[in-house]
């Protein structure tokens, strides 16, 4: 049970450069989330999935996409990077039943830097 | 618009000692709050998830309690050891961001020294 995996680890991009973080989870969770996090703050909800087939824009979707190709998966792409995307990217994921909350489960998280 | 805000942002104590780390909210429509534990380079691991109709949660040496009508919780760390050095963060599921959308304050770092 390797709860919830990212690839890639680090990612150093051009400006104007394309990539997809991708994010997986084996515990059969419901909902699962994109978050960012700068230096001195706090994560910031990027995107986010409340089951299958459905997707929607959380706090800071400017610049992004989604896509949750299955229930187990979850990516992020960015079109056209740009240095104020450099941050630290988490996937995270909860069972998230409908009117229920509850803890969510992160991934190890994703280093990107735009030059 | 809610915001989170952890007090202090750094805290260096020696072993044993027992600690209190803060978090404050400015709108207490929340369906919950929860205490995060960040080590370097890692992910998020979930320590404590209070329900906004509960005050307090135990888990082994640590205590979080929520004052939903004053927007404070306190996260209490009894005989603090080297190990309980990371990032704290506590976050809040806000009625207006709909269930399980999370905003988070930017954290406490602790340092526990021998």
């Known amino acids: 049970n390797a709860g919830v995996t990212q690839t890639p680890k680090f990612q150093v991009l051009k400006t104007g450069q394309s990539m997809t973080l991708q994010c997986a989870q084996d515990m059969n969770h419901n909902s699962m989330y994109w978050y960012r996090q700068d230096p001195g703050m706090g994560l910031r909800l990027i995107y986010y999935s409340a089951s299958e087939g459905t997707t929607d824009k959380g706090e800071v979707p400017n610049g992004y996409n989604v896509s949750r190709l299955n229930k187990r998966e979850f990516s992020l792409r960015l079109e056209s990077a740009a240095p104020s995307q450099t941050s630290v990217y988490f996937c995270a994921s909860s069972e998230a039943l409908a009117g229920i909350t509850d803890t969510q489960y992160f991934g190890p998280g994703t280093r990107l830097t735009v030059l | 618009k809610q915001e989170v805000t952890q007090i202090p942002a750094a805290l260096s104590v020696p072993e044993g000692e027992n600690l209190v780390l803060n978090c404050s909210f400015t709108d207490s429509a929340i369906y919950n709050l929860q205490w995060f534990r960040q080590d370097p380079g890692k992910g998020l691991t979930s320590l404590l998830l209070i329900q906004s109709s509960q005050r307090e949660q135990t888990s082994g040496r640590l205590n979080a309690s929520l004052d939903k009508s004053s927007g404070r919780s306190t996260l209490y760390i009894a005989a603090s050891q080297p190990g309980d050095s990371a990032t704290y963060l506590c976050?809040?599921?806000?009625?207006?961001?709909?269930?399980?959308?999370?905003?988070f304050g930017a954290g406490t770092r602790l340092a526990v020294h021998p």
């Open positions: 976050a809040v599921s806000p009625f207006s961001g709909g269930y399980n959308k999370l905003i």
